[in-house]
């Protein structure tokens, strides 16, 4: 930064030769707390001697002791002002027009700021008081409710309480804050904010009173903090949040693009544009900055065909974990290993600086890879805590997961499609819902007799005709297996059939009530014209006009992608089998796959369809599509980022081989939409018992979601509120817990369908 300070003029001066900054020349055991925190010396950050090699563009006010003063061997350095103590240096620092940059002014004349946030932002100078760990969080972040300040001013301080105990440093205090605070709106900078975690109102406003006797006028608003993450700005939404740069250093920012080649990529390092203008001198090139990167998915998930889904990492799992960072090993500097960490945005960023090339980074294999290392990763702070022996944990976290029977399922139904948005926009239509259900999806809602003919069954078989149903022996154990089986295989063998009137006459149904609902159609040939009203009451009515003919391509897509089949359901007139002869297997005749008696193929007959198997056994007996619709709703919420993890069951301790263990809970789905973590649990019933709301509980605890979304069945809004209520309760800090109800009324059920070309 500082070559290229000197080689641009200030906003009222012309370029200066040499920067004028802090410097200390004390031993390191020496310790000024209150200057290197809120101003920065140049000897402590920077190797030893480096500001004497470099005085042609460096002349520093310069600490040192009395002994090093009198010491006639020291080296001097003739464009150095030598100062004793911290006493001179906030005289230096109170000067009046004396171009003095500290590495703190250094920094936030190029370091960028968050802007977007809807967050109040604070005027004039705040001062953090207080030694605590959450005072000095708060006076760490407290930069980002700031505007950016001109040059030379002072915008934040931190001071320990005991420093308000001494006099003369609160006099020396307020000249420098006369000279170098801060401005506000009404361009004066005798107001400033008093804040702090550790003391309460009554001594803020005490501190407050005794800085204010210690100079000339002076405004003093006191904010006692709860906790230090008040002072984090609030965004309006993630896509909001973003760094600006300003003030007469602004400039745009660094950017570079490239390609993948298959999952790897060569990230382009792009260097700040200070370290471009003006390369700082060798010994002076240590440092980093944080690359942001935004990745394209390669499953692309995008409602829009011209706009690819983001990488959007969440805050909440770790899985920038999941991809691979490979960089120089030769780094003369020491670039910061293992720097890596979302930022705001849900971006991919990580640590460089000068000496790197270009780094390979890895995606990981797909997203269920990369959500599972997520929900396992249990290290935290990595960075703090790397030379820990042994490493400190945070959160516990699951340490096992795997894909259950429904998330196979869940997932092979998705599969039967190109991509997940063209089965979304075919499973959650209306119409095809309702047809599902009538191809054997919803037998067993609209088939209640079948339950009750399995009681009558095993009533009959235990000879219990009446009463309770006691389970005495073994052999009676044994019947009620038999029976279910042989109910369960009677189940999964019927596969209705619907044939093509029938389903054009469904259709017509369905767009009549849409019209008359919406819109009074005039049918103009092949197309229908709707008359649809418009918002405004005064306003003319629009027209929307759509084909008639809607089914059949939307048929034939659906056959293409083996969602449904496409023959003859027949009964044989000698053995009474009912068969399926797919139209790909058909010839001059069709057979019994019985008997194999022969008939001919039907001439006037209309085709009949059946719906695939797999799609019928998993909406059937796995309640996969409770969690589609979930996903689905979810989905239309989304802008940049949608990807997710099927089922999974998971342990709290991993299985050992060859001793099985049972999972400890089950999580139906884990969608990251636009970074947001959502753990789903879609369930047909209206409520959740107690054992349910515990396991939820402890996947909320170990996943930390940003909101636990649990799909039930359809119920009243206070049953839902009365659910939500009860469940957030149990919720861990920071987990909104949303319910929702499974409504198929809600599902589009628009006059045109999916797929029709």
Partial sequence: MIPTFLSRPGPFSPPTARLQTLDSEYPRDALFPFLEENFGLFGRSYPNGLVMRYSDILAPVTLLSAEQRDDPHMHRNPHANYVLGEAQVMDVLAERRRPLVTLSNLSEMYAPYLTGHSTRLYEGLTIVVGDTPADRLAFWNGIHRKDRSRPYEIQQLRLSRDSFEDAAFLASLRRVMATRGAYGSANRNDAIGLESCSLNREQLVDLGNRLREAGNFLTVSVRPLGDPSEVIPVFDGRSSARYSTGGFMEEPEAKASTEF???????????????????????????????????????DHSRSSNVRDVWMLPRRIRIERAFTLEMDSNDRIGNPPGMVRPNVNG????????TQRAPMLALPEDDLTAIGIGIQDGFEWREFERQRKPPKHGRERFQHSAISDKGRYLLGVLQLFEDVPHAFATLMEGF????????????LERRPDLATRVVSTIRNRLGQKTGPVTLRTETEFARLGEVALRAAAELRAETPARSYGELAADWKQSVEE??????????????????????????????LSY?????????????????LFQGYHWT????????WSGVEGLGRSMECSVCRTARPVPVSDEWDFRANGFLVDAYRFHGVEAVIWAMWTLFRQARSSFYFSPSLTLWKAYPQEGRPKKPDAEVDAIVIADGLVYAIEATRSKGLSADEIEKLTMIAERIRPNVLYVAAGEQ???????????LQKQMPTGVEAQVVAFDPKALSRAPYLWGAR
């Fill in 261 to 299: 080649r298959g999952r790897h990529l060569s990230v382009p390092v792009a260097p700040p544009w200070h370290v471009s203008e003006a390369m700082p001198p060798q010994p002076m090139r240590g440092g980093a900055w944080m690359v942001d990167v935004m990745l394209e998915r390669e499953v």
């Fill in 347 to 354: 971006m991919y960023t990580f640590a460089t600086n000068l």
């Fill in 432 to 443: 095809w819902h309702d047809e599902f259900q009538v191809l054997g999806a919803g037998l």
């Fill in 514 to 543: 849409w019209l008359k609902r919406d819109g009074t159609p005039q049918i103009q040939g092949r197309m229908a014209v709707v008359e649809v009203p418009s918002d405004d009451p005064d306003g003319e009515r629009g027209e």
């Fill in 547 to 563: 084909p008639a003919d809607y089914l059949d391509p939307a048929i034939q897509y659906l056959c293409e992608r083996q969602v």
């Fill in 572 to 579: 044989c007139q000698t053995c009474f089998n009912k068969n």
């Fill in 716 to 726: 009243s809004a206070d049953d839902l509120k009365a659910l939500q209520g009860n």
